[in-house]
């Protein structure tokens, strides 16, 4: 995972608005003097930050080789909580927005085969995964899901670009994916990368259970429904670089109770979705509730998301 560190703050402008499905458009953004844009690599996204209080994370689905432009897709969402809407009725070509990152929480590992598997506006961070398989030479194949074809983004180019490779499967003409045939039999050569609604993770999640350990890599749009807090008391946070001890209380986050302190983190989503505030665990154990740390990244209690996440003992010390 990438911890926490200062990252790019960049000022952008947008040079390209294009409709690409209903409810979705994409934005192509330049810096305005023409200079080069931060390298990523597929699965990485953007925070774009829409108003002071108002920071949302966007997939880059551009073609990484290509540092003059970053190009994001956002659906309007129809119980959006601001963001999307702000997207579809104020970023025009001209407008100037102000991005952090790139960050990349959903890396693509090398394998001989992939099967990829996208839901709706899921696609985006999966395209430029598709193009570097396809460079790299292993063996693919993506099943693209949506309500109907003229919903499903990129579905023409994807399509055109790929052919049989890419399975394209409005609900409307063919149902549900057919998980069952994708992943019916567990493959220790090929990894499983998935994004879209959490319907469709739960049930890729659970097609997956037998297959082996770390070969399912997925990305969330919103956080997975969390348990019970492992302590329902206070209990304390020493930060190891600033020297202060702060307490958490049961209706406070961890994040909460070190900027209160004085202590200013980077972060974004507040909803342990994105990894901004990650930061580095030095001794104590975690109440992981984060949903985007992987089981062995959760387990290794080296890190956690201070958005969401508790302590699971009296004491926890971070590297803050």
């Not at 949506?146 to 579905?155: I, L, W």
């Not at 049989?164 to 990368?193: I, M, N």
């Not at 992981?288 to 958005?307: F, G, K, V, Y």
């Amino acid at each position: 995972m990438n911890g926490t560190y200062e990252e790019a703050e960049l000022d952008l402008v947008v040079t390209h608005r294009t409709a690409e499905a209903d409810g979705v458009i994409s934005l192509e953004l330049r810096d305005p003097k023409g200079a080069d844009l931060p390298a990523w690599t597929p699965g990485a996204h953007l925070d774009v930050v829409l108003a002071p209080d108002l920071v949302r994370q966007y997939s880059l689905c551009s073609d990484p080789a290509d540092r003059s432009v970053w190009r994001v897709a956002v659906l309007r969402e129809p119980d959006s909580r601001g963001g999307s809407r702000r997207v579809h009725d104020e970023l025009w070509e001209g407008s100037a927005v102000r991005v952090r990152g790139p960050r990349n929480h959903f890396t693509l590992a090398e394998a001989e085969r992939y099967v990829f598997i996208a839901g709706g506006i899921g696609i985006t961070p999966i395209m430029p995964m598709v193009a570097a398989a396809e460079a790299a030479g292993a063996e693919w194949t993506l099943a693209y899901g949506g309500r109907s074809r003229a919903t499903m983004a990129f579905s023409g180019h994807l399509a055109a670009t790929y052919g049989e490779r890419v399975a394209l499967r409005p609900q409307d003409e063919y149902g549900l994916l057919d998980l069952g045939t994708l992943l019916g039999t567990p493959d220790e050569s090929t990894l499983v990368y998935c994004c879209g609604p959490e319907p469709l993770l739960t049930a890729v999640d659970e097609h997956c259970a037998a297959w082996p350990a770390g070969a399912l890599h997925v990305e969330r749009f919103a956080p997975k429904g969390p348990d019970a807090p492992v302590l329902g008391e206070p209990f304390e946070v020493q930060l190891a670089q600033s020297g202060v001890t702060v307490t958490v209380p049961p209706q406070k986050t961890v994040l909460q109770a070190v900027e209160e302190a004085g202590v200013q983190v980077l972060s974004s989503c507040q909803e342990g979705t994105c990894g901004t505030c990650e930061t580095p665990v030095l001794a104590g154990t975690v109440d992981h509730r984060d949903s985007l740390l992987t089981t062995a990244e959760q387990a290794a209690m080296d890190t956690m998301l201070i958005c969401v996440s508790r302590a699971a003992c009296p004491r926890l010390v971070l590297d803050l």
